[in-house]
C-alpha cells in the first residue's frame, strides 16, 4: 500500500467509524481512539516494532487530509463535508491537482522527495523527512548552499511538499498533493478523457465497445469496417474507438482481451486497409477498471481509406469498399463526400 492509498483508506475509516458512533461524527475522534479502532481490537501492535510506525503512518495520513480541507483543523479528528464527498471518488481532486504546472527545478526537487520519503508495511505507510544533505547529495546542487531552500520553500507553499527550515538546515516529506502530482497525472487526465467522450458517447469520431475480439473473418471485417469510418469522416479532434462499455448502458462493462494487443491489431489493418490506416493502441487504468483506447490517426495525404481485401461471411465488406460516419452509424459515403473525400487527399497530396 502506498500513501496515497493509505490516506484514502484513513479517510474512509474516519467515515466508517463516524457511521457507527453518533459521539464522533458529532465532535470527532482523537488519535488514539481512532489507532485502536484502525487496530480492531488488538492493540498488541502498539507494543512491537512497527507499532510507533503504524501510529506515525496514522499522523501523517490525518494531517495531509487536514491540509487538504478533508478532515477538519482540530485535535479532535472529523471529516468535512469535503472529504465526505471525495471519499467514494479522488478523482476530482486529483484532476485539480495535476492541473498546476511545475517549473523543472521543482519537478527534481520533488520526484527526489517523493522517491525518499515515503515508506510502506504491509497495509500501512507513512513519511519520514529527507535532511538536506542528503538532497543536495541527490540533486548535486553544491554550487549555491541557497537554491536548494528557495525551491523548497515554494514547494512546502504549495502544498507539495511538508518542511521543516530550522538553523541547522531543512527536512523534507512527501505530502498527499505532491505524490498525487507525480503518480497519478496520466491516470487522472486519462480518467477524465474517458468520462468526457462517455457522457457524449459515440458520435462522428468517437466509437465505443464493450468487446473488441478479432478472431473470426466477420469479427475482422467488423473491426475494419469501423476503424475506415473514423479514418475517412471529415471530423474536428482525436478519433477514437473505446473498448469496455455497455453500448446500451453506456457503464463500465470491464477490461479488453489481453491477446488483442497493438501488434495484433497493426497486422490486421496492414493486410486488409489501403492506405494503410496507423493508428495507437493502449490498455490504462480507468476508475472502474482497464479500457482499451485506440487511437486512429488520420493522415490527408492518404484518403480515401479502403478495405484492401475482401473479408467475412454475414459481415462481408468487399476490396475498394469504403466507410464513413453519420453520427454513430457507419455507412459507405455518398457521391458528394466521396467527391469531397477525394479531392481532400488530393489537396493535401499535391501540398506535400
Known amino acids: 500500500m502506498n500513501f496515497i492509498e493509505w490516506c484514502d483508506l484513513i479517510l474512509i475509516k474516519l467515515i466508517e467509524l463516524s457511521q457507527k ?5 458529532s465532535i470527532g475522534v482523537n488519535h488514539w481512539q481512532f489507532t485502536e479502532f484502525m487496530l480492531e481490537g488488538e492493540p498488541t501492535i502498539l507494543k512491537e516494532d512497527n507499532g510507533s510506525t503504524f501510529h506515525k503512518g496514522i499522523v501523517d495520513a490525518v494531517t495531509n487530509l487536514q491540509d487538504l480541507g478533508l478532515v477538519e483543523q482540530d485535535s479532535q479528528w472529523k471529516v468535512t463535508r469535503t472529504g465526505r464527498t471525495l ?3 479522488m478523482l476530482p481532486l486529483w484532476w485539480n491537482i495535476c492541473q498546476e504546472k511545475l517549473e523543472p527545478e521543482h519537478q527534481q526537487l520533488l520526484h527526489v522527495v517523493n522517491r525518499l520519503s515515503p515508506h510502506s508495511e504491509d497495509g500501512y505507510a507513512w513519511v519520514e523527512g529527507i535532511a538536506e544533505k542528503v538532497l543536495t547529495a541527490e540533486l548535486g546542487w553544491f554550487a549555491d548552499p541557497l537554491h536548494l531552500e528557495s525551491v523548497a520553500k515554494d514547494l512546502e507553499q504549495w502544498g507539495y511538499v511538508s518542511g521543516l527550515f530550522v538553523f541547522g538546515g531543512i527536512k523534507l516529506a512527501a505530502t498527499y ?3 498525487v502530482w507525480e503518480m497519478k497525472q496520466g491516470y487522472t487526465l486519462m480518467s477524465r478523457l474517458i468520462d468526457d467522450l462517455v457522457a457524449e458517447w459515440e458520435t462522428t469520431s468517437v466509437d465505443f465497445k464493450r468487446e473488441l475480439r478479432v478472431d ?3 469479427e475482422k471485417a467488423e473491426f475494419i469496417k469501423d ?5 475517412n469522416t471529415k471530423a474536428s479532434g482525436q478519433r477514437w474507438m473505446i473498448i469496455g462499455f455497455n453500448n446500451a448502458s453506456h457503464a463500465y462493462y470491464g477490461p479488453p482481451d489481453p491477446g488483442v494487443n497493438h501488434n495484433r491489431i497493426e497486422q490486421i489493418l496492414s493486410m486488409y486497409t ?4 496507423e493508428v495507437r493502441y493502449e490498455v490504462v487504468d480507468y476508475r472502474d477498471g482497464r479500457v482499451g483506447m485506440l487511437e486512429v ?6 484518403l480515401p481509406c479502403s478495405v484492401a481485401k475482401s473479408i467475412g461471411d454475414r459481415k462481408r465488406i468487399e476490396q475498394g469498399d469504403i466507410f464513413v460516419r453519420h453520427g454513430s452509424q457507419v455507412e459507405k459515403p455518398t457521391t458528394l463526400e466521396l467527391q469531397a473525400l477525394q479531392d481532400e487527399g488530393d489537396q493535401a497530396r499535391l501540398a506535400a
Open 87 to 89: 471519499a467514494t471518488d
Open 297 to 302: 490517426l488520420r493522415d490527408p495525404k492518404k
Open 274 to 277: 489501403t492506405p494503410y490506416v
Open 227 to 231: 476503424v475506415l469510418s473514423l479514418v
Open 177 to 179: 498533493r505532491g505524490l
Open 216 to 218: 473470426t473473418a466477420d
Open 21 to 25: 458512533d453518533s459521539t464522533v461524527r
